[in-house]
């Protein structure tokens, strides 16, 4: 684990950064992914499991989209830990619903190297979920994808560079942003 990062190394790293998306185009995507959710789950009554931490931010604005009955539960899980290249996935709370027979929506920030999703999605179907769909607020670019190749509703690209907001982190920090950056140099 990093040490934490201090108040003005924070604040610096937020003004060096790039912005690649403002809220408001976030706020369109999120509109655009939950619209395509509602179409598709709209009769289904599924778990949606947030995938903390970073599935706070983009299910917390998500779920208040999507005008039908859901049931809403976590799965804590990370294999960054705070830092900007993952390892093995630690699990830290499993769902406390049954997911037998139930369609499942996980929700996350990010689809980086795609193992996190696939993994959660394996331990839902092992748990018989009878049908599990992802939904990522952002798919990175690049060729290193092992593990789940794309989400089903996704609304956001973003380059091979290490990025913060909206729920995802640099060094623990940065998660509250209400914008989507790009760490500079990195
Ligand atoms: O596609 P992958 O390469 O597996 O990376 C994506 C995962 O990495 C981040 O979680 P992290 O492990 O950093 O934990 P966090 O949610 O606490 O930030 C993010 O929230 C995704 O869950």
């Excluded at 830092?83 to 709370?93: D, S, V």
């Excluded at 060729?143 to 089903?152: S, V, W």
């Excluded at 509703?153 to 091979?160: E, K, M, Q, S």
Aim: charge should be negative; glycine fraction near 8%; aromatic fraction near 8%.
């Amino acid at each position: 684990m990093n040490p934490q990062l201090d108040i003005e190394t924070i604040e610096a790293v937020l003004a060096k950064a790039d912005q690649l998306y403002t809220e408001r185009e976030i706020s369109a995507a999120l509109d655009e992914i939950a619209g395509n959710i509602t179409r598709q789950l709209h009769n289904k009554h599924p778990v949606c499991l947030s995938i903390m931490l970073g599935g706070l931010v983009p299910a917390g604005q998500l779920l208040p989209r999507l005008n039908f009955p859901v049931e809403i539960d976590y799965i804590h899980a990370t294999r960054y830990r705070g830092a900007t290249e993952g390892n093995e996935l630690h699990w830290i709370k499993y769902p406390s619903i049954s997911l037998e027979n139930r369609t499942v929506l996980l929700i996350d920030d990010i689809l980086d190297e795609g193992l996190t999703l696939q993994a959660v999605v394996e331990y839902c179907q092992q748990q018989g979920a009878e049908q599990v769909f992802t939904a990522a607020l952002v798919e990175k670019q690049h060729k290193r994808r092992i593990g789940l190749q794309h989400a089903d509703f996704t609304g956001l690209t973003v380059p091979d560079r290490y990025v913060f907001g909206y729920g995802m982190d640099y060094q623990n920090q940065l998660r509250y942003v209400a914008g989507i950056y790009a760490v500079h140099g990195l």
